[in-house]
């Protein structure tokens, strides 16, 4: 979301980031971040397409998996989500395909205007890094009546990215399906459904990566659903005064921000799914990890003293690596900026790879992925 129209939502964000991440770094007590690894999903090829009518019941569908169900955005120590959320992928030759299920007792939704700022209602979001480098992402919100706001990303707002809100998906193809009455308090629904079709053609220009993709390919994905209290008063939903909104993901990340991209999940397309093939990690992994600890650690500093380190020691890293098959970081300042890489050990096939982070948060992985 735009940092210029989002004010509550970003604000909120930030104050949570100012408090959990800006605590001064001490060389004793370094700060340590422990994310659950990241999810997978391996998602179907569909060889006959699929209506977009905003009805999960193209056979298609059939084939593709659940995701899990979604969780707060902040970790297991918050309450689980009052409804369930969850999602199915699939693509083929022109589009990349998401049906999403929210279950919902009370639909509503106001914004008919495409770009509106759509969080401002209930909404289901879309976040897609194709090359899993956290810059140059792209982003689809989509409410109950099926009015969307497409956004192109080229740098995350923590890094003082702004968004392209004039970037748009021609042939984006999206609908939705209640079940149950839009707008109408006096009866309870059951959910509602969101279709969509995402032309590779439209991704293409910021990929990086090849559109459509080869079988076996992996890019950067994420979920979110926005869901608002409201009150049935006076025959119309009005949302809870003063009550933030709920924030629900497909796995959680330890902060109110989705603009976090290498905490998003990973897609592999495939020309077929066994059910019976687990999703194998990235083996990049830990290394990313490892690079993105020195990026946060450096964050915290910088706010505390207004400017980078130029040793692990003054961030408190200065001893082994806590991550598998990951020799110490090597941390350089560069010009106004620096860098940190990490080297990954050569094992189980996969050859010795150096990852690198920059001050703006900017990932390479070399020698890259085929
Ligand atoms: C939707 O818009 C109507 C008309 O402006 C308003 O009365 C209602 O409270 C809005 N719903 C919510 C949940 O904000
Ligand atoms: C999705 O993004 C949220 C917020 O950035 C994060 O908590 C979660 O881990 C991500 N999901 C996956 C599957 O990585």
């Given at each position: 979301m735009p940092s210029s129209v989002t004010s509550c939502r970003f604000l909120a964000r930030l104050v949570l980031l100012v408090s959990t991440i800006a605590p001064p770094v001490s060389a004793a007590e370094p700060r340590r971040e422990t994310s659950p690894a990241p999810k997978g999903y391996l998602c179907p090829h569909a060889?006959?397409?699929?209506?977009?009518?905003?009805?999960?019941?193209?056979?298609?569908?059939?084939?593709a998996p659940w995701t899990d169900d979604f969780v707060d955005?902040?970790?297991?120590?918050?309450?689980?989500?009052q409804f369930r959320t969850r999602a199915k992928l699939l693509w083929d030759e022109d589009y990349f395909y998401v049906a999403a299920e929210l279950e919902e007792p009370h639909v509503w939704a106001n914004l008919t205007a495409?770009?509106?700022?759509?969080?401002?209602?209930n909404d289901f979001e879309i976040f897609i890094?194709?090359?899993?480098?956290?810059?140059?992402y792209f982003e689809v919100e989509i409410n109950a009546r099926n009015t969307e706001w497409d956004l192109f990303l080229p740098i995350p707002y923590r890094d003082g990215g702004r968004a392209v809100d004039s970037w748009e998906i021609p042939g984006l193809k999206s609908a939705t399906h209640v079940t149950g009455t839009l707008n109408d308090p006096s009866d309870r629904d059951r959910s509602w459904t969101v279709e969509l079709a995402i032309p590779w053609r439209a991704l293409a220009g910021h990929a990086n990566r090849p559109t459509p993709p080869h079988p076996g390919d992996r890019w950067r994905v994420n979920f979110s659903r926005v869901e608002w209290d409201v009150t049935t008063e006076g025959g119309t939903y009005k949302k809870v005064p003063g009550k933030r909104e709920d924030n629900w993901v497909w796995s959680p990340q330890g902060a109110v921000d989705m603009h976090r991209p290498e905490r998003w999940g990973y897609v592999e397309f495939r020309?077929?799914?066994?059910?019976?093939t687990p999703f194998r990690p990235d083996p990049t992994g830990p290394a990313r990890d490892a690079a993105m600890e020195v990026y946060h650690a450096q964050k915290a500093y910088r706010a505390t003293h207004k400017a980078w380190a130029g040793s692990l020691a003054a961030l408190g890293?200065?001893?082994?690596?806590?991550?598998?098959?990951v020799g110490r970081p090597v941390l350089r300042l560069v010009g106004d900026g620096f860098e940190a890489s990490v080297v990954l050990d050569a094992r189980n096939g996969e050859p010795r790879r150096t990852v690198t982070v920059r001050q703006d948060s900017r990932l390479t992985v070399e020698p890259s992925v085929p």
């Open positions: 060889p006959a397409g699929v209506t977009v009518d905003g009805r999960l019941d193209d056979p298609a569908w059939a084939d955005i902040e970790g297991d120590h918050r309450p689980r989500p495409h770009d509106s700022v759509i969080f401002q209602d890094d194709p090359d899993g480098d956290n810059h140059a020309d077929r799914v066994v059910r019976s890293l200065a001893g082994a690596s806590r991550f598998a098959g």
